[in-house]
């Protein structure tokens, strides 16, 4: 059965978590945060409706986010993009940072370690189109909120109610249904 397949690292959490398909089991036994302790992976179904909709969700809203960081508003920062990176028949999703938009064409620093993919290391500059962003993300310190990070927010969508608000909680963010 493929599955989306996400590497937590404690780092992953507090921008949102890396996400692979892969072939393996679902498993719900730990939550995203004691995997993510633990360096384990969090696997969710590649047809996961959740995780479809923050993907919706994002590009909905990606023109707008677009804006904001190329202007970004006092006491914002971190600004990452989402994207996929294939290597053969695996595909790894990894933060991107420090990005520049030239038209369609995007590139930035890949923010994660790979953990599927070999074609790539954490460090690298990566050039991408418009088309492949599946997820942004900033924080608004002021405010002490994380905004965007949809597939986080489905990600916590599978685990338990008091879990996931803590992790909301922790990391300031929104999550709407």
């Avoid at 990894?94 to 038209?103: A, P, S, V």
Wanted: with cysteine; hydrophobic share 40%.
């Amino acid at each position: 059965m493929n599955n989306l397949t996400f590497s937590t690292t404690l780092k992953n959490i507090i921008i949102g978590l890396t996400c692979t398909f892969a072939l393996s089991s679902f498993s719900q036994a730990q939550s995203v945060l004691e995997k993510a302790k633990k360096d384990q992976i969090v696997n969710v179904a590649k047809e996961d409706p959740a995780m479809l909709a923050a993907f919706a969700k994002a590009k909905a809203s990606l023109d707008d986010f677009l804006k904001k960081a190329q202007n970004p508003a006092p006491n914002t920062g971190n600004y990452f993009i989402k994207v996929g990176v294939t290597d053969g028949p695996d595909i790894e999703y990894f933060w991107i940072g420090e990005f520049e938009q030239d038209n369609n064409k995007f590139t930035g620093v890949i923010n994660n370690q790979p953990r599927i993919v070999e074609n790539v290391e954490a460090g690298d500059d990566y050039t991408f189109t418009k088309d492949e962003i599946v997820d942004w993300m900033y924080i608004d310190a002021k405010a002490k909120r994380m905004h965007g990070n949809f597939t986080l927010c489905a990600i916590l969508s599978h685990e338990p109610a008091q879990q996931a608000a803590a992790t909301m909680k922790q990391y300031g963010l929104v999550c709407e249904k």
